[in-house]
């Protein structure tokens, strides 16, 4: 993935960049492996594989982000649960960016 991803300020943004940064890399190896245009075009299953781990990304920053507005209303273990499941996006979205 690129820099854009991190950088920007919305999961709008996020999400644009993730989809098209999936996109070019498709198309770079369907011209590493010489296969025709329409063969390295990413198709529904890709984007849905490579978003997964994005879009929870952005659940879980939103869930976070709720409960640091309202920390007296959740409890503390639901907070270091998703802080841990963060990391563990954080982790597989920098390993699938090394790809």
Request: with cysteine.
């Amino acid at each position: 993935m690129n820099g854009r991803i991190e950088q920007a300020h919305t999961p709008e943004e996020r999400l644009a960049a993730v989809c098209r940064t999936l996109a070019l890399r498709m198309e770079r190896d369907a011209r590493r492996r010489g296969a025709s245009r329409e063969a390295g075009e990413p198709d529904y299953a890709d984007y849905r594989d490579a978003l997964r781990p994005h879009i929870r990304r952005e659940i879980v920053l939103a869930l976070l982000a709720e409960i640091d507005e309202h920390h007296d209303l959740a409890p503390a273990f639901r907070a270091a649960a998703l802080r841990s499941e963060l990391a563990a996006l954080e982790r597989a979205i920098a390993e699938d960016a090394r790809k």
